[in-house]
């Protein structure tokens, strides 16, 4: 399956042409958009993100976003006006900016080789993975950099700190605060924040949940560990992962730890081209699983994987795991 935008996944090979002496520059400047102002007041900006400085002069009039969180990040702030381009969504666009999305041109199904990305002419790539800037690819931040392109890596992907719903905040706040328009940042993250707010008010005295998130794998399996925003959208649905202690966003265990730790309840991560069903059908045979509650009991619950990275979905995952976990709590 193409998932090499995934912590797991082996990079697919891709026919990426590396920029040739001569090819692409700085963006063009263009003419300011209705919904960016140009002279918006607080620049110049000067960010450092994942170990790359950039500074913005000017709100970005040219951005191209990589990945289904960065996508819908900018989306949410009402910045398509902005955006030259998009690629490489692992879901359908949420109902709310399908308008909007359909207003900006798709460069590739998944990741544009950088020579595309020159033609777009962006003054701005929005990357939500790691493997949005592939060096290997010939898209490394080092190579927009001496294009004259600012870049930004989605924060989960270099943490300083734990990630959590700051995270997000922050994520969606930085992003604003590059186009100029923090404001609307401000209005996104309290809608969101009222989300997760109800979440906690009718979870209040629950007994949590013992869970084992599985991603996927047959040899061993692929978890989600302590270090990214997966474990924070548990402890907040009402539920403990059961692997917190994996000192990272992702990681492999065995099946045999998975047994001895007793999950009550498995979330599925909904992706790629093995369906949930198998998925189920793969854990409910595995001989190691078989005294495991949640394997006796056939407790499941599923989120899609574009839910469960930092960006603008996580609060209403956070409410259908609470709902799954705890049916009759959350309405």
């Known amino acids: ?12 090979a891709l026919a990426v042409a590396l920029l040739i002496s001569g090819c692409g520059g700085t963006a063009a400047p263009a003419a300011p958009s209705a919904t960016t102002p140009a002279d918006a007041t607080g620049f110049p900006v000067t960010l450092d993100n994942c170990g790359v400085t950039n500074t913005y002069r000017r709100p970005p009039q ?12 900018m989306l949410s702030l009402g910045l398509e006006k902005s955006m030259v381009g998009t690629g490489y969504l692992d879901d359908k666009i949420l109902p709310e900016y399908q308008a909007a999305y359909d207003s900006v041109k798709v ?8 020579e595309a990305l020159l033609e777009a002419e962006p003054d701005f790539v929005y990357g939500g993975w790691t493997s949005t800037f592939d060096e290997k690819e010939g898209r490394s931040r080092a190579a927009f950099t001496k294009a004259g392109i600012n870049t930004r890596l989605n924060a989960e992907e270099c943490p300083t700190g734990p990630v959590d719903v700051t995270t997000m905040d922050e994520e969606i706040r930085t992003v604003a605060r590059i186009f100029g328009v923090p404001e609307r940042a401000e209005e996104r993250l309290g809608k969101l924040h009222a989300t997760l707010d109800k979440v906690e008010s009718q979870l209040t005295g629950v007994t949590p949940v013992k869970l084992f998130v599985y991603d996927s794998g047959d040899k061993t399996a692929f978890t989600a560990g302590g270090k990214g925003i997966g474990n924070e959208m548990i402890r907040r649905a009402g539920g403990v992962n059961l ?17 001895q730790r007793a999950p009550e309840a498995i979330v599925i991560y909904d992706y790629g081209d093995q369906s949930v069903e198998d998925k189920k059908k793969f854990l409910l045979a595995h001989p190691a699983l078989k005294d495991v509650p949640a394997i006796r009991n056939q407790r499941f619950a599923v989120l899609p994987l574009s839910s469960t990275v930092v960006g603008v979905r996580v609060p209403a995952a956070v409410e259908s795991l609470a709902r799954q976990l705890h049916p009759g709590r959350v309405q």
């Not at 193409?2 to 697919?12: D, E, M, Q, T, W």
Request: hydrophobic share 40%.
């Open 107 to 114: 460069l590739s199904k998944e990741y544009p080789s950088f």
């Open 1 to 12: 399956m193409p998932r090499n935008h995934h912590p797991k996944a082996v990079l697919s």
């Open 243 to 259: 692997f917190a202690d994996l000192d990272k966003a992702f990681g492999d265990v065995s099946f045999e730890q998975v047994a």
């Open 62 to 73: 040219r951005a191209v976003s990589l990945n289904q969180h960065a996508t819908e990040v």
